[in-house]
């Protein structure tokens, strides 16, 4: 089942790893994704360094489907994809329950 988090963007309900409400976030960090920085390989080399592992899911893609208007909550796949939303994380998880009645 897909639910609609912006304007003609369709998220598989099965896939959602977790759903963050955006006082949560760490917006400089995915500021950095979006921006094309690679945080992930920063982590990476930095790990190597430290001898502890990298992480698990080492690819990350960034969706705004917010289309210019606040972010309010953020949606986790377990892809590895993080999904910015203008929608606030209790119109998703309210979303999510209507379609599994």
Do not use: W
């Amino acid at each position: 089942m897909f639910i609609s988090v912006g304007k003609g963007v369709f998220v598989p309900t099965e896939r959602i790893h977790s759903v963050v409400p955006d006082s949560f976030v760490q917006f400089g960090k995915i500021k950095k994704i979006y921006q094309g920085i690679d945080v992930l390989t920063q982590f990476e080399n930095e790990a190597e360094l430290e001898n502890s592992p990298p992480p698990l899911n080492a690819s990350v893609s960034l969706i705004d489907a917010s289309y210019g208007k606040a972010v309010k909550s953020i949606i986790y796949m377990d892809s590895g994809q993080i999904v910015l939303t203008a929608l606030e994380s209790k119109k998703i998880i309210e979303k999510i329950k209507k379609g599994r009645r």
